[in-house]
């Protein structure tokens, strides 16, 4: 059974040695639902890898055996360094970042200003240049911070930024698993959650080395047996029990996977998403019925295993089974659709549905939402209709559940014409009746306003006009002959980052506008001044905070693009400006 036993004893101590240090380092307030209320801003080889670190072992050893000049070691342990103090995705100049931008960052500041944003909602664009800043392959910081505190701000800001493909990526270009061990947790557990098995061991067959965590390690070995590699399976947990691994629950499912046990353990355990999942995979006849208090992973592992139990089948008569039916249709693991099916199953008389309002006074939450629904169903008066889909949508809220009543909503308020809403629901008819609001893209070019004129040409990749300094000059003519023309904001803006650019713009026209420096807030100023690049771009990151930057005031957009000017920052400054300078249509 152990193929341990067979193996070298020179070898299996080495395979100990090794995993020695693996294993060794590891309510609300009830409202009134009847009020109009505004909406509110988830195939590893072990003895390769045993071979791969002997061979880099023997390779590092024969390196440096072969050089005898002291100068080619210290040009060989500063690579070394250098490439440990090195983790990103994204090459610094893409964004014209530096690989230097935090050796000057004081930790004290850089925590401080984190605290700050972790605050926040961020905006799309304010998390954009916030993954660009933290993933960009850079030296960390060394003042007043470890590497550790360090790593823990990314890991922190990528679990709340949720970014599956992104955090993968990040995971594996940088093979830094054991550097992550959450934030890798987060991912292997919702892959697995979404029953995506073959995600979860494509990850782990792309990790190199040993993994620390003993979680992730027995993911580990379970992809092993699920990859048919059950001897290095086998062997790698033997090894684990001999350093004093011990799980009563997980070795009897994985004696059963391997086929040591024939008689199938029907234990479930909801410790983790793994022990449930094994649950389910050992036990041919697997049923279970979540709760209020089951995690939302398993209950979305459960919808997407075809888990869940028939809403057809609910008896009206139990109020706790339909609380969590509505709880996860919230969480999206039930289709609107099957909820307010079950709402229509519901028995009123005629003088319920004809006097809703007064009849939800004496019902259960549960039984006037669904009223209220088949209230809609029926109403055709647009005013009458629109209230009690507001009043629905109201309820949904005080329950915490308001997204279990989204698509349907929007379905309802879609049949609606808009000329035909009263004005009294105009505002929650606007915020509601679109999921997405599409960002328009197509720019019109419009000569006759500097800003958005032929010029912003300029900053789009690749189509930068061969004549700027001519073309900028002779539209500034134009403008100075104009009386009436009013010089703008972002007429400035984008004069002073062509000026940036070192473009020379004719004394002329130095008069057409004046500029304040005192604009840009004194803290970012200073970071500019001491090179300090990546401060100046995390206050940047919390100046626009919640706000989408085209909706940003036209004074804070200077002093934002007046300090990438300085930084040089010139390629992120560019999709900033062409996201609001141009006309667009």
Known sequence: MKNSKLLNKNYLLVILFSLFFELTTQSQEPIDIWNIEKKTTENINLSDNLEKKIDTQNSIYKMQNSKDDELGIEEDQTLITNNIKIVGLFDPAENGLDINMW?????????????????????????????????????????????????????????????????????????????????????????????????????????????????????????????NKKEEAQLLLDLKKELGFENKFYEKKINYLMGYSSQPNIEISESTILDFHLSHRTNPQFKFEPKDSTSKLIWKYLSTSNLLGSIKDIELTDI?????????????????????ELYKRFQFNINQLLNIRESTKVLSAIESRALIYQGILITTEIENKLLLISALKNSFKNEGIENAFDLELRIFLKEINEKEVPSNFTSFYNDYIDEDKTELTNIKINNKILHQSKLINYFKINEAPKNITKDLNDLLKKIKKNKKYFFSKKDIILVEAFKSDGIKVSDKYKNLYQINESEIPSDIQIFIDSGDMAAAMLRIVEVIGQDEIKDIDEDTLYFIISTLNQLDADPLRNKILLKVLPLKV
Not at 120 to 128: C, F, G, N, P, R
Not at 142 to 150: A, P, R, T, V, W
Not at 324 to 332: F, L, N, V
């Open 103 to 227: 050796s000057n960052s004081n930790g004290d500041q850089i925590l401080n200003i984190f605290k700050r944003i972790n605050k926040m909602d961020l905006s799309k664009d304010a998390s954009e240049i916030l993954n660009i800043l933290m993933l960009t392959n850079a030296h960390y910081p060394e003042i007043n911070i470890s590497k550790e505190q360090f790593l823990e701000l990314k890991s922190n800001w990528l679990i709340k930024n949720y970014n599956l493909k992104l955090i993968e990526k990040y995971l594996l270009k940088n093979q830094i698993i054991n550097d992550h061990p959450e934030l890798t947790k987060l991912l292997v557990n919702d892959y697995l959650s979404r029953s995506e098995i073959k995600k979860v061991c494509n990850f782990f067959s792309e990790i190199e080395g040993s993994i620390q965590d003993n979680y992730l390690s027995k993911f580990k070995i379970y992809c092993l047996i699920n990859n």
């Open 320 to 340: 706790d089974k339909i609380n969590s039916i509505e709880k996860a249709t919230h969480e999206k693991h039930y289709a609107e659709k099957e909820l307010f």
